[in-house]
């Protein structure tokens, strides 16, 4: 697919500069480039992809035609949702499956060349570091705080959670209620504390395999699923109020 042949990576490190080879070629063509990549991307024309290169570069081509592929292929038929979506919408769907092409190219590697679980957790350490090529485009680095957030402390702290809270959807986190443990050197908290730990709508204890979510107003926790909320619903809601909130607001 890439023309002229690229060193097969066989290590950790050779694997890491691949991935990021190519992350700068598919970002280059989301962001510098894009104009050129738009054109290029005709819905008239038969099933595109979008490869980032190692060397840097990116394309838009045909898919292989080997079947299998020698590599995992990127998203094929790109172009036919160029003209049928907002262009930013349509970037972002772009770039969401250059991710997860990366990896599938990245973890390709990694198993035909016998890397281990230490080497393989290595190497995702590495490729998590860097932005997405989503956040990139979208300029979404909410993720990448919250990371920073959680390594600063050994606990989430109540004013912490609510600091990561206050970015856009920062309440859509599926992250562990506060409890009165982990915080009890912040005495004026306690009170919320106790109240995050359990769901406000069914009195349940959090689970870590659940996905909850926080009112803005009254900052109870609730379980998505007692009050009807998905995490992609969730993405869309900017600021959250749980039914009690809502109907006292409705009264006034």
Not at 13 to 26: A, H
Not at 49 to 62: A, D, K, Q, S
Not at 126 to 149: P, R
Not at 222 to 228: A, L, N, Q, T
Request: proline residues 6%; glycine residues 8%.
């Amino acid at each position: 697919m890439e023309g002229m042949p690229h060193p097969i990576p066989r290590t950790v490190e050779e694997v890491f500069n691949d991935f990021k080879g190519r992350r700068s070629g598919l970002i280059k063509a989301l962001t510098t480039d894009v104009d050129k990549f738009y054109q290029q991307c005709d819905p008239e024309k038969e099933n595109l992809c979008l490869y980032g290169l190692p060397n840097e570069t990116w394309e838009v081509n045909l898919p292989v035609e080997e079947v299998p592929p020698e590599l995992p292929e990127p998203a094929l038929g790109i172009n036919f949702a160029r003209d049928g979506m907002q262009e930013k919408d349509w970037l972002s769907l772009v770039a969401v499956h250059s991710d997860s092409w990366l990896l599938a190219v990245a973890f390709y590697f990694g198993a035909r060349f016998g890397f281990g679980k230490n080497e393989r957790k290595r190497l995702f350490q590495m490729i998590n570091d860097l932005l997405t090529i989503f956040e990139v485009v979208t300029g979404n680095v909410k993720q990448l705080k919250d990371q920073s957030a959680n390594h600063n402390g050994s606990s989430k702290s109540k004013s912490s959670a609510k600091s990561r809270q206050s970015e856009p959807q920062g309440k859509m986190v599926k992250m562990s209620p506060p409890s009165k443990d982990e915080d009890e050197s912040g005495e004026e908290d306690e009170e919320d504390d106790e109240q995050g730990a359990t769901c406000g709508a069914c009195g349940d204890s959090y689970g870590t395999d659940e996905f909850w979510i926080c009112c803005d107003i009254c900052e109870r926790w609730f379980h998505g699923k007692c009050v009807k909320i998905t995490p992609a619903k969730a993405e869309h809601i900017k600021q959250y109020k749980c039914p009690s909130c809502s109907s006292k607001r409705a009264r006034v």
